[in-house]
């Protein structure tokens, strides 16, 4: 942490403090020690984090501890930002906050969607905006398509993962539009300039459809060949439907917007509705129940979800050429 309180409950930043000086955390009270020196940027540290009964992030790396320095310094030319304010009614912590209304969480090490998802909750509980900036050098790209994995996906918010890069402070938004398999999207990347990170909005335009390419759909299928399961739903639905992947319908290859949002592959959910219509079985509540969401924080509802799946489908089953 960079700000402690002295002996006389005065804030203090760790680049301010003096060296045998007695220190405290802010949040739980118990002695901090100042680590200067060697270290590039001097911060304060508990001599046992679980000392701390309400300090709720990991031990910081010196990059992360560096980031936040300096975009806190950067920052403070704009706007009025706080670095490490303890927001007591959430218990949380971000690492900037800016004018009270923006958390700037910096998020270099990977940890678990259900913790990102409860961190955000926090702040929209305070009707705060939230920014999860990752690594820049860790967003993999292919041509038009960034790989995400379920980490990444989590931190997206109104659509957007956002990224810093770690050597410049340059803060990039990821728009994020349609799933084209095998974890990867296509995408919009925008910069945005620190002066203007509170008033950021997002400006995206997608296409209603995307449409996978034969490869990937052969790929997909190979994936789940290589799961080796016999209960596997997308292997199961083509045997019994007398499919391969040179035969499938060309509506299985359109994804809409919103399939995104699940974890079910473009073809396996859509395999789903096929099979079942085809034997006059299909159940809404059993496919409301097959169908499994991404752990991100500004998901659509459910149900409203899956209402939109079916409404494509229906759309995308009746246009088809392969349907009679």
């Not at 270290?39 to 980031?67: A, D, G, N, T």
């Not at 961190?119 to 999860?132: D, E, I, N, P, Q």
Request: proline share 3%.
């Amino acid at each position: 942490m960079y700000i402690a309180n002295d002996e006389q409950g005065t804030q203090i930043l760790a680049h301010n403090a003096v060296k045998n000086g007695r220190y405290y955390c802010p949040v739980c009270d118990t002695p901090v020690v100042l680590k200067a020196g060697s270290v590039k940027v001097p911060h304060f540290s508990h001599h046992h984090i679980l000392q701390c009964s309400r300090y709720l992030y990991k031990r910081e790396s010196l990059l992360h501890l560096k980031l936040k320095h300096d975009l806190y310094l950067e920052l403070n030319r704009f706007y009025v930002t706080a670095m490490e304010y303890y927001l007591e009614s959430i218990e949380q912590i971000p690492d900037l906050l800016i004018e009270q209304r923006l958390a700037l969480e910096i998020q270099l090490s990977r940890i678990s969607p259900e913790l990102i998802l409860s961190r955000t909750a926090g702040y929209y509980k305070l009707g705060m905006r939230v920014m999860w900036l990752l690594d820049e050098k860790e967003i993999k790209t292919e041509g038009l398509h960034v790989y995400l994995n379920h980490f990444q996906l989590s931190t997206m918010t109104n659509d957007i993962v956002y990224t810093v890069n770690t050597d410049t402070l340059n803060v990039s938004a990821w728009h994020i539009g349609h799933t084209a398999g095998l974890n990867r999207f296509t995408f919009k990347k925008e910069n945005i300039e620190l002066h203007e990170i509170l008033t950021y909005v997002k400006s995206d335009v997608w296409d209603e459809t995307y449409t996978l390419t034969r490869g990937t759909v052969k790929k997909i299928i190979q994936r789940e060949k290589a799961q080796k399961s016999v209960l596997n739903p997308t292997l199961t639905y083509m045997y019994q439907l007398g499919l391969t992947p040179d035969t499938l319908p060309a509506f299985l290859y359109i994804t809409s917007f919103e399939e995104r949002y699940i974890i079910n592959s473009p073809i396996e959910w859509k395999l789903y509705i096929y099979y079942h219509l085809s034997m006059g079985i299909f159940d809404r509540e059993k496919f409301f129940h097959f169908i499994k969401l991404r752990a991100i924080s500004d998901i659509p509802n459910k149900k409203t979800l899956v209402q939109s799946l079916l409404t494509f489908y229906l759309k995308v089953f009746r246009f088809s050429k392969d349907i009679a």
